[in-house]
C-alpha cells in the first residue's frame, strides 16, 4: 500500500534502536523511551523553503504526529512543522 502525506505533512519511519543496559540486558519495548530519530518515507506538498526529502533523517516531537500501520511496518503521519532537526551524517 503506497500513502501519500497530504498538504504540509510528511510520512516517516521512526528509527528503533536497540537499547541495553550496561550490564548487556536488552530492555523490553515497554520500558524504552518513545523514538525521536525517523527517516522520512513520503512527503506532501512542502512550503519552497523546505529543505526536506525522502531518505532524510529527523529528529521529531516526540508525542506529534499520527501512528499508522502499513504492511506490519510502524509509521508516523506528521506536519513539518513538528520537525526539529534535520540529522546530517
Do not use: H
Not at 14 to 21: C, G, L, M, V
Not at 27 to 35: C, T
Not at 39 to 53: A, F, M, R, S, W
Not at 61 to 73: A, C, L, V
Amino acid at each position: 500500500m503506497k500513502v501519500k502525506p497530504l498538504g504540509e505533512r510528511l510520512l516517516i519511519k521512526p528509527i528503533i534502536e536497540e537499547k541495553k543496559t550496561a550490564g548487556g540486558i536488552v530492555l523490553p519495548d515497554a520500558a524504552k523511551e518513545k523514538p525521536m530519530k525517523a527517516e522520512i518515507v513520503e512527503v506532501g506538498k512542502l512550503p519552497e523553503d523546505c529543505q526536506l526529502k525522502v531518505g532524510d533523517k529527523v529528529i521529531y516531537n516526540k508525542y506529534s504526529g499520527t501512528e499508522i500501520k502499513i504492511d506490519d511496518e510502524d509509521y508516523i503521519i506528521i506536519d513539518v512543522s513538528d520537525i526539529l532537526a534535520k540529522i546530517e551524517e
